[in-house]
C-alpha cells in the first residue's frame, strides 16, 4: 500500500528547533518529487518546500533559510528541519507526494503532523 | 508569486444541488491546475489534476474545467459525503506552488 506516515511533531519554544519525518511505503522517495505543505490552525494550505528526484531543493520565501527538506534514501524517509521557530510556524505539516511525470499534482498525502511554537 | 483566488469562500447548498466552485489564476498557468476536497481533521485529498483530469476512484459527480486563468469544479449532485472545504492549486511554476484560500461546502 502506497502510504506516508508523519512524525516528530510538538511544542516548542520560539527560536527553537525541530525534526519532522516522513516514512514512505510503497514507493521510493528518491525517485520521485516530495514536498511538506502545511496548515495553520483555521486557516488555508500553504506549500512549504519540495526535493526534487534528483536532490534539488526550494523553499517558500516564508521559511527560506529557517527550513530544510531533506531525505534519507537508504531509509525511504523525508524531512523538514525546523530552524529559528517563529509562533507563524505553527500549523499541522503534511507531507505529500508529487508524481510529475504522470501531470498529477500532490496525489498522496501523509496524516499530518502538529507543530505549536509558544513560551 | 502566482495569486489563487477562490469564490465564493462559503456556499451553502443542499444535498441534490449542483453547486460550482470558481478558482482564478493571478497569471496563465495554462492547465496546470488541481482540486483537492479537505475534511476537519483530514489531509486533502486530490480529485483533480490537469484542471479536468478525474483522479482515479473520485466519483464522476465531480467534473472540472478552465485552463490559462478561470477554472472551474462542479459537483453534479451534492451527497452527503461532499460537504468540506476544496481547494485548488497551481502548479505551474516547478519550485513554488500556491493554493487558493478554499471554499466550504456547508449544509444548507
Known amino acids: 500500500e502506497v502510504q506516508l506516515v508523519e512524525s516528530g511533531g510538538g511544542l516548542v519554544q520560539p527560536g527553537g528547533s525541530l525534526r519532522l519525518s516522513c516514512v514512505a511505503s510503497g514507493f521510493t522517495v528518491s525517485s520521485i518529487y516530495m514536498s511538506w505543505v502545511r496548515q495553520a490552525p483555521g486557516k488555508g494550505l500553504e506549500w512549504v518546500s519540495v526535493?526534487?528526484?534528483?536532490?534539488?531543493?526550494y523553499h517558500a520565501d516564508s521559511v527560506k533559510g529557517r527550513l530544510i527538506i531533506s531525505r534519507d534514501n537508504s531509509k525511504n524517509t523525508l524531512y523538514l528541519q525546523m530552524n529559528s521557530l517563529r509562533a507563524e510556524d505553527t500549523a499541522v505539516y503534511y507531507c505529500?507526494?508529487?508524481?510529475?511525470?504522470?501531470?498529477?499534482?500532490?496525489?498522496?498525502w501523509g496524516q499530518g503532523t502538529m507543530v505549536t511554537v509558544s513560551s | 508569486d502566482i495569486q489563487m483566488t477562490q469564490s465564493p469562500s462559503t456556499l451553502s447548498a443542499s444535498v441534490g444541488d449542483r453547486v460550482t466552485i470558481t478558482c482564478r489564476a493571478s497569471?496563465?498557468?495554462?492547465?496546470?491546475l488541481a482540486w483537492y476536497q479537505q475534511k476537519p481533521g483530514k489531509a486533502p485529498k486530490l480529485l483533480i489534476y490537469?484542471?479536468?483530469s478525474l483522479e482515479s476512484g473520485v466519483p464522476s459527480r465531480f467534473s472540472a474545467s478552465g485552463s490559462g486563468t478561470e477554472f472551474t469544479l462542479t459537483i453534479s449532485s451534492l451527497q452527503p459525503d461532499d460537504f468540506a472545504t476544496y481547494y485548488c492549486q497551481q502548479y505551474n511554476n516547478y519550485f513554488t506552488w500556491t493554493f487558493g484560500q478554499g471554499t466550504k461546502v456547508e449544509i444548507k
Open positions: 490537469k484542471a479536468s
Open positions: 526535493i526534487y528526484s534528483g536532490g534539488s531543493t
Open positions: 505529500a507526494r508529487y508524481p510529475a511525470n504522470s501531470g498529477r499534482a500532490f496525489d498522496i
Open positions: 497569471q496563465s498557468i495554462s492547465s496546470w
